[in-house]
């Protein structure tokens, strides 16, 4: 089958949640045998230089997108009936690239809601939206965690917008949520099938096993992502005062903003994934207040065999049994006494770290999943 994938970031090399994602999906047709080409938006946002696909057989499409627009756009964008958050990844360039590679695709794979702007551009070749989560969801979350301000007035605007837009072009259509907690969400939305295809990864070459032998802390999560921001505000000012000042926990992130508070107990560092020492730590903590989907970092260090500390939110769609494959963990309270016990209690983080590696591997290897897209043919 040949099948364009539509994706709003460059998806190769998989490097944050949703790119690895994408990653993940197209690596599943592509050893499903299906014949791709990838149409994605370069951001200035995520911009990446000479971006390469997974394999030679994989066509690779890739055009400049300024995600920050002039006034005259921006002002454009949120008169559009779409929402600004979607109007944005728009683009005219796009719209002509995909209206000419769509009449020779048996299959549109839409990997992102946000790629759905362009839905006019190819016809009547069939679709399915990839949802990484319920974006109007995320949103409002997020705005139920924050104060009012004139921002999240506008944010709401917005969001009741999305929401709208968002609804429309799920009811009827086919639609593969990453998640079983989304494909709930998504049917009461009124979307014609539902066929769950998680992040995935293949378990003998990526994201090796190293362990949970240190107690020393981790956080992995770019700080200029909304829930990621509002999480570690929480953490600092609720967590860290009921935590032991003997216990650093390391940050990667790419940029530390200003509206969270330094504390002596948290180092940052701004390396990239694949210069962090992963044998270093054995516990990884992720203090989730909002957000949808899933979390493809929490998953990251599942198969890294962490012991990990989250909350409700953070474990959604990891299909993990609490104090098992992980700690959830969802007041100040509860996270504190989490990162002390697996602090002190070696055997302990050592089990769950063991038993987070065997979960993953049985539940989200990529093996397990291509039979399923080798299937898609007869359902289009």
């Not at 149409?39 to 994989?58: G, R």
Request: net charge positive; glycine share 4%.
């Amino acid at each position: 089958m040949r099948i364009l994938h539509l994706c709003n970031k460059v998806p190769f090399p998989g490097r944050d949640g949703s790119s690895i994602a994408m990653e993940s999906l197209i690596r599943i047709e592509h050893n499903a045998g299906h014949n791709i080409h990838v149409i994605a938006l370069n951001t200035n946002k995520h911009f990446v230089s000479n971006p390469k696909p997974i394999d030679s057989s994989v066509i690779l499409e890739c055009f400049n997108v300024n995600l920050l627009p002039g006034p005259f756009t921006f002002i454009y964008h949120c008169l559009n009936n779409r929402s600004y958050f979607a109007s944005r990844f728009y683009s005219t360039e796009v719209a002509s690239a995909i209206k000419k590679v769509s009449k020779n695709m048996d299959l549109i794979v839409v990997d992102s809601i946000y790629m759905s702007v362009y839905n006019k551009s190819w016809g009547d070749t069939p679709f399915i939206i990839r949802t990484h989560n319920v974006e109007h969801q995320i949103w409002e979350r997020t705005l139920s965690s924050t104060k009012l301000s004139f921002k999240n007035i506008f944010i709401q605007w917005q969001t009741r917008k999305l929401k709208k837009w968002e609804t429309n072009l799920i009811r009827g259509s086919r639609v593969w949520p990453i998640t079983e907690a989304d494909s709930v969400s998504i049917k009461k939305l009124g979307a014609k099938s539902t066929e769950v295809f998680p992040c995935t990864f293949n378990h003998e070459k990526t994201w090796t096993f190293s362990g949970s032998a240190s107690n020393k802390l981790y956080h992995l999560g770019a700080l200029d992502w909304e829930p990621n921001i509002i999480g570690m505000n929480w953490f600092v000012k609720s967590v860290i005062p009921k935590i032991s000042d003997k216990i650093q926990i390391t940050v990667y992130s790419n940029i530390w903003p200003d509206s969270i508070e330094q504390h002596e107990t948290i180092n940052w560092n701004n390396s990239s994934t694949r210069d962090i020492p992963f044998q270093d730590y054995g516990i990884f903590i992720a203090p989730l207040l909002s957000g949808s989907g899933m979390r493809i970092k929490l998953l990251e260090a599942m198969s890294r065999g962490k012991a990990i500390v989250t909350t409700t939110i953070g474990a959604e769609g990891l299909l993990c049994k609490n104090k098992m494959h992980l700690y959830i963990a969802d007041t100040a309270e509860e996270f504190a006494t989490a990162i002390s016990e697996l602090y002190n209690d070696s055997n302990y983080r050592y089990q769950m770290g063991t038993r987070a590696r065997e979960h993953a591997v049985n539940n989200f290897s990529d093996e397990l999943f291509i039979k399923k897209m080798k299937n898609i043919e007869a359902k289009i």
